[in-house]
Protein backbone atom coordinates (compact mmCIF):
# COMPACT_ATOMS: atom_id res chain seq x y z
CA UNK A 1 0.00 0.00 0.00
CA UNK A 2 1.34 3.26 -0.60
CA UNK A 3 2.00 5.76 2.43
CA UNK A 4 0.26 8.66 3.18
CA UNK A 5 2.70 10.53 5.25
CA UNK A 6 0.54 13.56 6.16
CA UNK A 7 -2.25 11.65 7.17
CA UNK A 8 0.31 9.36 9.69
CA UNK A 9 1.73 12.45 11.12
CA UNK A 10 -1.73 14.11 11.91
CA UNK A 11 -2.55 10.46 13.14
CA UNK A 12 -0.10 9.95 15.41
CA UNK A 13 0.24 13.76 16.61
CA UNK A 14 0.86 14.69 20.69
CA UNK A 15 2.55 11.69 21.44
CA UNK A 16 3.12 10.05 25.04
CA UNK A 17 6.72 10.72 26.42
CA UNK A 18 8.51 7.04 25.68
CA UNK A 19 7.35 6.02 21.55
CA UNK A 20 6.41 8.83 18.74
CA UNK A 21 6.51 8.37 14.76
CA UNK A 22 10.39 9.27 14.76
CA UNK A 23 11.29 6.10 16.75
CA UNK A 24 10.32 3.85 13.65
CA UNK A 25 11.60 3.98 10.05
CA UNK A 26 8.77 4.33 7.36
CA UNK A 27 11.02 2.32 4.99
CA UNK A 28 11.28 -0.91 7.15
CA UNK A 29 7.41 -1.25 8.37
CA UNK A 30 6.08 -5.11 8.06
CA UNK A 31 4.08 -5.79 5.14
CA UNK A 32 1.73 -8.04 7.49
CA UNK A 33 0.61 -7.60 11.04
CA UNK A 34 -1.00 -10.12 13.10
CA UNK A 35 -2.87 -10.17 16.59
CA UNK A 36 -3.83 -12.37 19.15
CA UNK A 37 -6.33 -10.09 21.42
CA UNK A 38 -6.46 -11.23 24.32
CA UNK A 39 -7.50 -9.71 28.27
CA UNK A 40 -10.91 -8.41 27.52
CA UNK A 41 -12.40 -10.86 29.85
CA UNK A 42 -9.73 -9.68 32.32
CA UNK A 43 -10.11 -6.25 31.58
CA UNK A 44 -13.37 -6.38 32.55
CA UNK A 45 -13.22 -7.90 36.13
CA UNK A 46 -10.50 -5.78 37.07
CA UNK A 47 -12.93 -2.80 36.93
CA UNK A 48 -15.92 -4.84 38.61
CA UNK A 49 -17.69 -5.67 35.22
CA UNK A 50 -19.29 -8.48 33.01
CA UNK A 51 -17.25 -10.28 30.96
CA UNK A 52 -19.42 -9.31 27.78
CA UNK A 53 -18.36 -5.55 28.85
CA UNK A 54 -14.74 -6.41 27.80
CA UNK A 55 -16.07 -7.96 24.80
CA UNK A 56 -17.60 -4.39 23.80
CA UNK A 57 -14.57 -2.46 24.59
CA UNK A 58 -12.40 -4.35 22.61
CA UNK A 59 -14.24 -3.14 19.50
CA UNK A 60 -13.32 -0.04 19.90
CA UNK A 61 -9.24 -1.36 20.53
CA UNK A 62 -9.72 -3.24 17.15
CA UNK A 63 -11.03 -0.29 14.96
CA UNK A 64 -8.41 1.53 16.28
CA UNK A 65 -5.98 -1.30 15.00
CA UNK A 66 -7.33 -1.53 11.71
CA UNK A 67 -7.05 2.61 11.44
CA UNK A 68 -3.52 2.23 12.07
CA UNK A 69 -3.00 -0.14 10.11
CA UNK A 70 -4.23 1.76 6.83
CA UNK A 71 -2.18 4.64 8.52
CA UNK A 72 1.39 3.06 8.19
CA UNK A 73 0.10 1.49 4.81
CA UNK A 74 0.68 -1.74 5.89
CA UNK A 75 -0.52 -5.05 2.99
CA UNK A 76 -2.45 -7.16 5.84
CA UNK A 77 -3.81 -7.02 9.38
CA UNK A 78 -5.14 -10.44 10.64
CA UNK A 79 -6.88 -11.02 14.16
CA UNK A 80 -7.97 -13.78 16.14
CA UNK A 81 -11.05 -12.92 17.31
CA UNK A 82 -12.59 -16.56 17.53
CA UNK A 83 -11.04 -20.02 18.03
CA UNK A 84 -12.30 -23.39 17.48
CA UNK A 85 -12.28 -24.09 21.25
CA UNK A 86 -13.62 -20.79 22.20
CA UNK A 87 -17.06 -22.64 21.80
CA UNK A 88 -16.32 -24.25 24.98
CA UNK A 89 -17.31 -20.75 26.50
CA UNK A 90 -20.30 -19.91 28.23
CA UNK A 91 -23.25 -19.98 25.93
CA UNK A 92 -24.38 -16.78 26.53
CA UNK A 93 -20.62 -15.20 26.12
CA UNK A 94 -20.51 -17.26 22.90
CA UNK A 95 -24.09 -16.07 21.68
CA UNK A 96 -23.12 -12.06 22.95
CA UNK A 97 -19.99 -12.39 20.55
CA UNK A 98 -21.46 -13.85 17.73
CA UNK A 99 -23.97 -11.19 17.62
CA UNK A 100 -21.06 -8.93 18.15
CA UNK A 101 -19.32 -10.05 14.93
CA UNK A 102 -22.53 -9.26 12.94
CA UNK A 103 -23.43 -5.81 14.65
CA UNK A 104 -19.80 -4.74 14.43
CA UNK A 105 -19.31 -5.62 11.01
CA UNK A 106 -22.73 -3.51 9.66
CA UNK A 107 -21.30 -0.45 12.08
CA UNK A 108 -17.76 -1.01 10.36
CA UNK A 109 -18.39 -1.66 6.29
CA UNK A 110 -18.29 2.36 5.90
CA UNK A 111 -15.17 2.62 7.16
CA UNK A 112 -13.97 0.18 5.05
CA UNK A 113 -15.51 1.35 1.58
CA UNK A 114 -13.87 5.19 3.45
CA UNK A 115 -10.16 3.43 3.78
CA UNK A 116 -10.80 1.12 0.42
CA UNK A 117 -10.18 -1.92 2.75
CA UNK A 118 -10.38 -5.75 1.53
CA UNK A 119 -12.14 -8.30 3.81
CA UNK A 120 -11.41 -11.75 4.66
CA UNK A 121 -11.96 -14.52 6.68
CA UNK A 122 -9.74 -17.48 8.51
CA UNK A 123 -11.82 -20.03 9.57
CA UNK A 124 -15.18 -22.44 9.05
CA UNK A 125 -17.56 -19.76 8.52
CA UNK A 126 -20.46 -22.85 7.96
CA UNK A 127 -20.56 -23.81 11.79
CA UNK A 128 -21.32 -19.90 12.91
CA UNK A 129 -25.29 -18.80 13.43
CA UNK A 130 -27.42 -18.13 10.14
CA UNK A 131 -26.99 -13.95 10.90
CA UNK A 132 -23.92 -13.61 11.95
CA UNK A 133 -22.82 -15.73 8.20
CA UNK A 134 -25.35 -13.42 6.44
CA UNK A 135 -23.28 -10.35 7.58
CA UNK A 136 -19.96 -11.78 6.94
CA UNK A 137 -21.26 -12.48 3.39
CA UNK A 138 -22.39 -9.19 2.92
CA UNK A 139 -18.78 -8.02 4.04
CA UNK A 140 -17.02 -10.07 1.85
CA UNK A 141 -18.93 -9.24 -1.73
CA UNK A 142 -19.22 -5.50 -0.53
CA UNK A 143 -15.12 -5.33 -0.18
CA UNK A 144 -14.28 -8.08 -3.15
CA UNK A 145 -12.80 -5.18 -5.08
CA UNK A 146 -11.23 -2.91 -2.88
CA UNK A 147 -7.78 -2.51 -3.43
CA UNK A 148 -6.40 -1.49 -0.42
CA UNK A 149 -5.35 -3.44 3.00
CA UNK A 150 -6.56 -6.51 3.01
CA UNK A 151 -7.99 -7.14 6.98
CA UNK A 152 -8.08 -10.62 7.84
CA UNK A 153 -10.74 -11.74 10.86
CA UNK A 154 -9.87 -15.53 11.91
CA UNK A 155 -12.86 -16.64 13.37
CA UNK A 156 -13.97 -20.71 13.87
CA UNK A 157 -10.33 -20.98 13.47
CA UNK A 158 -7.87 -23.51 14.37
CA UNK A 159 -4.70 -24.09 12.81
CA UNK A 160 -4.82 -27.39 13.26
CA UNK A 161 -7.67 -28.12 11.99
CA UNK A 162 -6.85 -26.29 9.08
CA UNK A 163 -3.59 -28.06 8.69
CA UNK A 164 -5.63 -31.11 8.24
CA UNK A 165 -7.72 -29.54 5.85
CA UNK A 166 -5.26 -28.88 3.59
CA UNK A 167 -3.95 -31.91 3.76
CA UNK A 168 -7.12 -33.70 2.60
CA UNK A 169 -7.44 -31.63 0.08
CA UNK A 170 -4.23 -32.78 -1.54
CA UNK A 171 -4.84 -36.30 -0.92
CA UNK A 172 -7.54 -35.87 -2.75
CA UNK A 173 -5.90 -34.48 -5.37
CA UNK A 174 -3.40 -37.11 -5.20
CA UNK A 175 -5.78 -39.35 -5.81
CA UNK A 176 -8.15 -38.23 -8.10
CA UNK A 177 -4.27 -37.80 -10.22
CA UNK A 178 -4.61 -33.80 -10.34
CA UNK A 179 -1.23 -33.88 -8.13
CA UNK A 180 1.78 -35.59 -8.13
CA UNK A 181 3.09 -37.21 -4.99
CA UNK A 182 6.67 -35.95 -5.92
CA UNK A 183 4.82 -32.03 -6.18
CA UNK A 184 3.72 -31.98 -2.78
CA UNK A 185 5.73 -29.55 -1.37
CA UNK A 186 5.40 -26.01 0.98
CA UNK A 187 3.98 -24.45 -1.48
CA UNK A 188 1.32 -27.07 -2.26
CA UNK A 189 0.12 -27.12 1.84
CA UNK A 190 0.27 -22.81 1.85
CA UNK A 191 -2.08 -22.35 -1.33
CA UNK A 192 -4.61 -24.82 0.21
CA UNK A 193 -4.45 -22.93 4.09
CA UNK A 194 -7.01 -20.03 4.41
CA UNK A 195 -4.08 -17.34 4.42
CA UNK A 196 -3.20 -18.38 0.72
CA UNK A 197 -2.36 -15.13 -1.27
CA UNK A 198 -1.22 -13.21 1.92
CA UNK A 199 2.28 -12.71 2.96
CA UNK A 200 3.23 -14.75 5.93
CA UNK A 201 3.06 -11.73 9.34
CA UNK A 202 6.03 -10.43 9.39
CA UNK A 203 5.23 -9.52 13.31
CA UNK A 204 2.87 -11.11 15.60
CA UNK A 205 1.45 -9.07 18.75
CA UNK A 206 -0.18 -10.79 21.53
CA UNK A 207 -1.40 -8.56 24.14
CA UNK A 208 -2.60 -9.57 27.90
CA UNK A 209 1.09 -10.98 28.30
CA UNK A 210 0.32 -14.25 27.63
CA UNK A 211 2.92 -16.37 26.06
CA UNK A 212 1.16 -18.94 23.83
CA UNK A 213 -0.01 -19.10 20.15
CA UNK A 214 -3.54 -20.94 21.07
CA UNK A 215 -3.45 -23.15 18.33
CA UNK A 216 -2.77 -19.74 15.70
CA UNK A 217 -1.24 -19.63 12.61
CA UNK A 218 1.15 -22.37 13.24
CA UNK A 219 2.23 -23.19 9.53
CA UNK A 220 2.85 -19.28 8.54
CA UNK A 221 4.42 -17.83 11.94
CA UNK A 222 7.32 -20.04 11.01
CA UNK A 223 9.60 -17.28 10.97
CA UNK A 224 7.27 -14.32 12.45
CA UNK A 225 8.66 -11.75 15.15
CA UNK A 226 7.16 -12.05 17.88
CA UNK A 227 5.83 -9.18 20.08
CA UNK A 228 4.07 -9.57 23.43
CA UNK A 229 2.62 -6.44 25.67
CA UNK A 230 1.05 -6.82 29.33
CA UNK A 231 -2.05 -4.66 28.01
CA UNK A 232 -5.05 -5.90 27.67
CA UNK A 233 -6.69 -5.36 24.15
CA UNK A 234 -9.07 -2.98 25.11
CA UNK A 235 -6.55 -0.90 26.14
CA UNK A 236 -4.12 -1.15 23.32
CA UNK A 237 -4.02 2.18 20.98
CA UNK A 238 -2.14 3.01 18.28
CA UNK A 239 0.78 3.87 20.13
CA UNK A 240 0.78 0.46 22.07
CA UNK A 241 0.77 -0.65 18.02
CA UNK A 242 3.84 1.93 17.29
CA UNK A 243 5.95 0.56 20.12
CA UNK A 244 5.42 -3.34 18.91
CA UNK A 245 6.43 -1.43 15.43
CA UNK A 246 9.63 -0.08 16.86
CA UNK A 247 10.67 -3.43 18.54
CA UNK A 248 10.12 -5.42 15.62
CA UNK A 249 12.40 -3.31 13.56
CA UNK A 250 15.22 -3.33 16.64
CA UNK A 251 15.18 -7.28 15.56
CA UNK A 252 17.47 -9.37 13.32
CA UNK A 253 15.30 -11.28 10.81
CA UNK A 254 17.90 -14.28 9.96
CA UNK A 255 15.14 -16.55 8.76
CA UNK A 256 17.45 -19.34 9.83
CA UNK A 257 20.50 -18.02 7.84
CA UNK A 258 23.97 -15.61 9.49
CA UNK A 259 23.85 -11.90 9.55
CA UNK A 260 25.69 -10.41 7.43
CA UNK A 261 28.95 -8.79 9.00
Do not use: C
Not at 99 to 127: M, S
Not at 167 to 190: N, Q
Not at 224 to 238: K, L, N
Amino acid sequence: MQLDTNKLRDYYANPPEDVSLEDVDLGRLPRHVSIIMDGNGRWAQARGLDRSRGHVAGVDALREAVTTSVRLGLDALSVYAFSTENWRRPRREVDLLMHLFATTLVKELPLFHQENVRLRFLGDLTALPDATYRVFRQGLDETADHTGMTFALAVNYGSRAEIARAAREIALDVASGALAPEDVDEDAVASRLYTAGLPDPDLLIRTSGEMRLSNYLLWQLAYTEFYVTETYWPDFSRWDFLRAVAAYQGRSRRFGGVAAS
